[in-house]
């Protein structure tokens, strides 16, 4: 079951998806440099201790630490929403304990974009939606500046296509 048909199920009869946010896959890039490091730790001490035991379990700790760092990163990445549609914000995290809100458009009180100097970069950033009831913050959105601009629309009115972003 996919991101769309989940923001379908709560859809009323007139409305229409304009947008999904879409997550960076540059979530990834600590992963990577975590398993480098690691990779490069099992190698030097497998040099230096000549496959001794305790060369096993320090490469066996440091690739559990490095699987679930990355499995929780998958989860996150594959169970989180964030659409707008013509009358609310959908917003859905989480795979066991799973948080969802949604915010009609004339609640929305304010959109903010922040860039890091990577993320600036690499077009990824973190949308914070304000509302009367309470806050979105989403992290590593892909195109957040163009995300907020869809969201602006929306709660003028002037979008009612529908675009995945």
Not at 3 to 27: G, Q
Request: net charge positive; charged share 20%.
């Amino acid at each position: 079951m996919g991101k769309e048909s989940f923001v379908k199920k709560s859809l009323d009869n007139d409305e229409k998806i304009i947008a999904i946010a879409r997550i960076t896959r540059w979530k990834f890039l600590d992963e990577i440099i975590l398993a480098f490091v690691f990779a490069c730790i099992v190698v030097t001490t497998l040099v230096l201790l000549h496959n001794n035991v305790a060369t096993i379990v320090v490469a066996a700790v440091l690739f559990v630490i490095w699987d679930f760092k990355s499995a929780k990163d998958v989860i996150f990445l594959n169970m989180t929403i964030l659409s707008v549609t013509t009358r609310k914000i959908v917003y859905r995290t989480g795979f066991i304990k799973t948080h969802a809100v949604d915010i009609p458009l004339r609640n929305v009180d304010n959109v903010q974009v922040t860039y890091t100097v990577i993320g600036k970069f690499l077009n990824f950033g973190k949308l914070r939606i304000e509302s009367r009831s309470e806050p979105i913050e989403i992290n590593w959105v892909y195109n957040p500046t163009r995300f907020k601009n869809l969201i602006d629309r929306a709660a003028q009115g002037y979008v009612t296509q529908r675009k995945i972003i």
